[in-house]
Structures are given as C-alpha cells and as structure tokens.
C-alpha cells in the first residue's frame, strides 16, 4: 500500500508551511496503523524532507505522545504474514490535533478516543446527549 498519495502529501506540506502560525492546532491528515498490533499514528505535518512526520504516536503502550516520527521506517516495518503498516484510507475527521490528544492521553489510545470521538460527533448530530460511562 502507497502510505501517502500525492494528495495527503500535498496536505501534510501545506501543514507544515504554516506550523510558524500562532495557535497553530491542525487537524490529522492521514492516520497509520498496525493491522496486526495496537500502534497508530495520526500525521498533521511533513517536514521538507519528506520523511519526518508530526503527529499523534500511539505504539499500544498505554502512552500516546505528541511527537515526529519517521515515514520511511513506518514503510519499512515487516510484520507476520507478510503485512505492512496501513493507512486508513476511510480516516476523516474535524477535531484538531489537541483534542486527539487530550482524549487519547485520558483514554490510553488513538483507537479508544476515535470511538468516544465518533460517538460524540453522533450525538451531536443527533441533538442526544451521550451515556455517563459509554
């Protein structure tokens, strides 16, 4: 699988061409992960020399940190059965990396907060109120 297509690429750049701002909060661009394993990533910026990313590192340790993070040693990583990490071609969101963040380190993951984000952003739709605890 191709972890950047010209058009994330293109995003990840104009990220990183405007970190320089104050309150810079972007929103993640592309979201990485292991399909055999609880790693993700989620990259708002690619330095200039198209391998540096920054982001959201989750390895699956309970520790998700704000952080950069190589895009040639994410396509270089050989896991069983022949598998690679992925990118989350159906990845899309509106919250800015800080909220990923915030919800990420309270809940221990990318994957846990991603849920409690979808459900939010439902219930919000929906004009409900989420349940205490779930």
Do not use: Y
């Amino acid at each position: 699988m191709i972890l950047l297509t010209p058009e994330l690429h293109a995003a990840l750049r104009a990220n990183d061409a405007a970190a320089h701002l104050e309150n810079f909060d972007p929103v993640p661009v592309v979201k990485f992960f292991n399909p055999v394993g609880a790693a993700t990533w989620l990259a708002t910026e690619l330095a200039e020399d198209g391998d540096t990313l920054r982001g959201l590192a989750d390895l699956g340790f309970g520790c998700p940190e704000l952080g950069a993070f190589s895009l040639s040693e994410l396509a270089s990583v050989r896991l069983p059965f022949g598998l690679g990490i992925e990118r989350d071609i159906h990845f899309q969101t509106g919250h800015p990396l800080s909220t990923w963040a915030g919800w990420a380190r309270r809940t221990g993951s990318i994957s846990t907060a991603e849920t409690l984000l979808r459900r939010l952003a439902r219930a919000v739709n929906d004009d409900e109120i989420p349940p205490i605890g779930g």
